[in-house]
């Protein structure tokens, strides 16, 4: 069981690890040019999913527990990833909407709109610093696992 519970975590933390380093990427359009970036965008969806897939549990019980006894920490945490939840989608349905490479390719033309190159500017701009909360939020268990992780003589 305790094996078991290992194991769930290092696996947490390897995705979120790629998680992380392709949000960077896919946070600087800049550095990797605009195609680049939405195809990575496209890319970054499967380990987005993944991230939400392994706290499963835990969403589904999330609403549940927002109205129960719980700490007010643990309910600024749960609205905080219902908001992250929002922005994101936000960010990534408004990047379609306002693609010029990935979209094209596959023959599909949008008539893109200032409208929605606005909601893509501000709320990916926006996800940034919520990210930063979200992982001081988580800050003591990334401090944790990397121990376990990367600390001597520990063998699961
Ligand atoms: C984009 C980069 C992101 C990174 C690097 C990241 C990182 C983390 C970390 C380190 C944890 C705690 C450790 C764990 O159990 O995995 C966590 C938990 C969690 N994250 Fe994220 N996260 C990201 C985006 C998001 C987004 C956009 C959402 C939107 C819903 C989200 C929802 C959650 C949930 C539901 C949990 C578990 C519940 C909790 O303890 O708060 N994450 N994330
Ligand atoms: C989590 C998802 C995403 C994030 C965090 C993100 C982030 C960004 C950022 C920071 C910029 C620069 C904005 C500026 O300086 O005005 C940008 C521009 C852009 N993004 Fe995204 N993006 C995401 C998803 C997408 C997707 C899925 C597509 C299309 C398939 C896309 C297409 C574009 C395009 C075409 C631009 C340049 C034109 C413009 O800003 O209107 N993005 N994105």
């Known amino acids: ?10 696996t947490r933390y390897v995705m ?21 970036h939405e195809w990575l965008s496209l890319f970054f969806i499967v380990p987005f999913v993944i991230h939400l897939l392994l706290h499963w549990d835990w969403i589904k019980q999330s609403a549940k527990r927002l109205f ?5 920490r643990e309910k600024f945490n749960t609205v905080w990833n219902y ?6 989608l936000l960010a990534t349905v408004s990047g379609f909407l306002v693609s010029v490479a990935l979209l094209p390719s596959l023959s599909i033309t949008v008539d893109i709109q200032d409208f929605w190159s606005k909601v ?5 701009t926006l996800i940034m610093p919520m990210l930063g909360v979200h992982l ?10 990397s121990k376990r992780m990367f600390g001597k003589g520990v063998t699961s």
Do not use: E
């Not at 896919?26 to 550095?31: D, E, F, G, K, L």
């Not at 129960?68 to 007010?72: A, N």
């Not at 908001?83 to 994101?88: A, E, P, Q």
């Open 1 to 10: 069981m305790r094996d078991w519970k290992n194991n769930l975590q290092k």
């Open 83 to 88: 908001l992250l939840y929002v922005i994101m």
């Open 16 to 36: 979120d690890v790629l998680l992380f380093v392709i949000f960077l990427l896919v946070s600087a359009p800049q550095a990797t040019g605009v195609p680049g």
């Open 68 to 72: 129960s006894s719980i700490s007010l």
């Open 136 to 145: 001081a939020l988580h800050w003591h268990w990334i401090i944790n696992v």
């Open 120 to 124: 893509h500017h501000d709320f990916s």
